[in-house]
Nanobody, 116 residues
Framework: RLVESGGGLVQAGGSLRLSCKAS???????????IGWYRQATGKERELVAI???????IYADSVKGRFTISRDNTRRTVYLQMNNLKPEDTDIYYC?????????WGQGTQITVSS
């Protein structure tokens, strides 16, 4: 099970940090599977934001490079997304996804709204 937190409303240029805590059967493979953040706007496909592919390799969408940072705390089975210099186009529902090579399990999502 994946539970996200940390969403909200922020002005452009501001920062937020999202958390995704894993529990249940996920824990046994938490360190080896792909886990990270995706986002989806109404009427659009869900897209990758930032993920861990395995324990340490990170992949970022071009649109967030230099602004967002993904990190993890393996003792807490939690993945974080630090989002700085947020832009109105970052407004979306953000999901935590987890799976052996791509996302198969999802959290409930958390809304990020960036006002201009």
């Amino acid at each position: 099970r994946l539970v996200e937190s940390g969403g909200g409303l922020v002005q452009a240029g501001g920062s937020l940090r999202l958390s995704c805590k894993a529990s249940g059967s996920i824990l046994s493979v938490f360190n080896s599977y792909t886990i990270g953040w995706y986002r989806q706007a109404t009427g659009k496909e869900r897209e990758l934001v930032a993920i861990f592919s395995g324990m340490s390799r990170t992949i970022y969408a071009d649109s967030v490079k230099g602004r967002f940072t993904i990190s993890r705390d393996n003792t807490r089975r939690t993945v974080y997304l630090q989002m700085n210099n947020l832009k109105p186009e970052d407004t979306d529902i953000y999901y935590c996804g987890f799976g052996p090579s791509g996302p198969e399990d999802w959290g409930q999502g958390t809304q990020i709204t960036v006002s201009s």
